[in-house]
C-alpha cells in the first residue's frame, strides 16, 4: 500500500480541518445574517478555502445547510437522571432549545427540503435522531419496570407541538411549554 492511498483514507487531516472550518462558517453566517443570505463563496471567505472546494463537497448552499443540520443533530442530548417525567422533561426543553438557537429553524428546513432530500432520507433521519433522544428515556423507564407511554405518543404529544410552534413562531413556546406537553403526556386528565 502506497502512502498516498494511505492518506487517502485516514480520516482527519486537512480534509476534516476543512469540514470543520466551513461547518463553523456556515454556522457563524446563518446566525449573523440568516441562512437565506448564507452564499457558498461567503461560507469559503470565512472558512478561509477555495470556493471550489465548496462546490465539490456540497454542491448547493441547501445542501450544505442540510448536511451542518444533521451533523448539529448529532450533538449530545441531555444526561438521564432515572425519573421519566423528569427525563422527558429534559429531553423536551433540550429538543426545543436546539431547534430555538439562531438558524435551528434554518437548518432543519434546509434537512428536510424536497430539494436536497430527493427520496426523504433527511426527513427519516431526522425524525430518527429525534426519536432517539426520547426512547432512550422511554427504555430507561421500562427496565426500571415504570410503565412508559409508546414512542408514538411521545411524537404526537412532546415532539409535533414544539416543531410546530417553533418552526411557525408561536409565541410563548418557552421551557414553560415543553413541561406541560410532558406533564400533559404523564399525567391526562382523568376521562370524562
Known amino acids: ?23 463553523r462558517a456556515t454556522v457563524d453566517l446563518v446566525e449573523e445574517v440568516g441562512a437565506d443570505k448564507v452564499t457558498i463563496p461567503a461560507v469559503a ?12 463537497r456540497w454542491g448547493t448552499t441547501s445542501a450544505l445547510l442540510a ?13 438521564l437522571l432515572g425519573d421519566l417525567p423528569e427525563d422527558l422533561e429534559r429531553v423536551a426543553v433540550w429538543t426545543l432549545q436546539d431547534l430555538s438557537r439562531p438558524g435551528g429553524v434554518a437548518f432543519f428546513r434546509a434537512e428536510v427540503a424536497p430539494d436536497v432530500d430527493e427520496r426523504r ?13 426520547f426512547q432512550a428515556a422511554l ?3 421500562a427496565r426500571r ?6 414512542l408514538g405518543r411521545v411524537l ?24 406541560g406537553l410532558v406533564a400533559d403526556l404523564c399525567d391526562p386528565p382523568p376521562a370524562r
Open 67 to 79: 448536511d451542518v443540520a444533521t451533523r448539529r443533530q448529532g450533538e449530545s442530548a441531555p444526561e
Open 145 to 150: 419496570g415504570e410503565e412508559t407511554p409508546s
Open 139 to 141: 427504555d430507561a423507564a
Open 1 to 23: 500500500m502506497t502512502d498516498k492511498s494511505e492518506a487517502a483514507r485516514r480520516p482527519g487531516g486537512r480534509s476534516a480541518r476543512v469540514l470543520a472550518a466551513v461547518h
Open 156 to 179: 404526537d404529544r412532546v415532539v409535533a407541538p414544539l416543531y410546530f410552534r417553533v418552526v411557525f413562531s408561536i409565541p410563548e413556546t418557552d421551557e414553560d411549554y415543553a413541561r
Open 45 to 56: 471567505r470565512r472558512a478561509g478555502v477555495n470556493p471550489s472546494s465548496v462546490y465539490r
Open 121 to 133: 432520507a433527511g426527513l427519516r433521519e431526522c425524525l430518527e435522531r429525534v426519536s432517539f433522544r
